[in-house]
């Protein structure tokens, strides 16, 4: 009685765990990608991904996890104060796109995933700014990196995770 007790807890508790388990994420890992530029047209694709159907009365038609991104620029300084890392996954560069309202000094790091801190730049606007940072990865080992932003006034604190390829 005692020992099937004991197996009906641990069937009870096991199942417990594994429906806590699992989760899905937004990131997607693919066993081959490939990814192409010229100018400003961005080519990228993934083989082994599964399929995913999003269909729009707009202008969106697509399938898979690598969903599509239309980014339309003005030369409108955008209102406020924010920061933007892209294009992830990078393979030559990496954009870091900074704007703020008041005069602010900001600290940009590269990390690796063991937490050695591979590139570090400061950059000290004394107005309204509004500035596009390219950043060479080009000579960076392929893997996952974290790109941290601080401002000295503590406004800024943001963590990108980007994937060299």
Known sequence: MIKGTKV?????????????SQQLSIQVLVPAAGQA????????????????EIISSGFILTQGFQQPGMTITSDIQPEGTGVDVYPNPATDFVNIKLFG????????????FNGT?????????????????????SRLSLGF????????????????KIEKM
């Open 37 to 52: 530029t010229n100018g400003v047209i961005n080519y990228s694709q993934t083989i082994g991904e599964t399929a995913v």
């Open 145 to 160: 990196y974290f790109v941290r932003v601080t401002s000295d006034d503590s406004i800024i604190k943001r963590v990108f």
């Open 117 to 137: 801190i591979v590139s570090s730049m400061t950059m000290d606007f004394i107005t309204k700014y509004y500035y596009v940072q390219q950043v060479d990865v």
């Open 8 to 20: 009906l807890i641990f069937l009870l508790l096991s199942s417990w765990a594994n429906g806590f």
């Open 101 to 112: 309202d008041v005069a602010r000094k900001i600290r940009v790091e590269i990390i690796n």
